[in-house]
T-cell receptor, first 111, second 110 residues
């Protein structure tokens, strides 16, 4: 079964607006990662946040992690049409090297 | 560096046929993975390997076999293809928990 669940399933915004996607998971984790997938392509790693971290930034990306609520959010600021893609959260648990993905949020940024 | 390379990119099989998908990485990563992606299902782990000569089952291993004879290669085999195996297959390798993906193989089983 899938560990992470993204919300919303789909999001449509205008260029320049901020986009926020959420991920909830069920069991304790080692770390949580976010990936982007452009249509017809493989996934690309965006950011990794460890279970003892609460917030992380990378360029226009901001990721938060709340282990008490078992949730994470990905914020993309000042979105661009090129940010149009599907975004997935993924987690590892315990000593496992298996990365389990959620079903993704499809983001559309309109010019 | 090519990164992670998957071959073939597209394939159409008839039910009952067999085939092997090849994944090659040139980053000297120990860990490699095979996922399948179906509409509305996200990515599901089929099999993975934590090093040369080792393999382990993921979430959906039935109907698939894998081999990791060389560190740089991870092969995914379908012995008797079924329509339910129509999907896009992604291979990945990892370093420090971060995955590097290939561009995928689109497989249709008729």
């Amino acid at each position: 079964s899938q560990q992470g669940e993204e919300d919303p399933q789909a999001l449509s915004i205008q260029e320049g607006e901020n986009a926020t996607m959420n991920c909830s998971y069920k069991t304790s984790i080692n770390n949580l990662q976010w990936y982007r997938q452009n249509s017809g392509r493989g996934l690309v790693h965006l950011i990794l946040i460890r279970s003892n971290e609460r917030e992380k930034h990378s360029g226009r990306l901001r990721v938060t992690l709340d282990t008490s609520k078992k949730s994470s959010s990905l914020l993309i600021t000042a979105s661009r049409a090129a940010d149009t893609a599907s975004y997935f959260c993924a987690t590892t648990q315990g000593g496992s090297e298996k990365l389990v993905f959620g079903k993704g949020t499809k983001l559309t940024v309109n010019p | 560096n090519a990164g992670v390379t998957q071959t073939p990119k597209f394939r159409v099989l008839k039910t009952g046929q067999s085939m092997t998908l090849l994944c090659a990485q040139d980053m000297n990563h120990e860990y490699m993975y095979w996922y399948r992606q179906d509409p509305g299902m996200g990515l599901r782990l089929i099999h993975y390997s934590v090093g040369e000569g080792t393999t382990a089952k993921g979430e959906v291993p039935d109907g698939y076999n894998v081999s990791r004879l060389k560190k740089q290669n991870f092969l995914l085999g379908l012995e008797s293809a079924a329509p339910s195996q129509t999907s896009v297959y992604f291979c990945a390798s990892s370093l420090g928990g971060r995955l590097f993906f290939g561009s995928g193989t689109q497989l249709s089983v008729l």
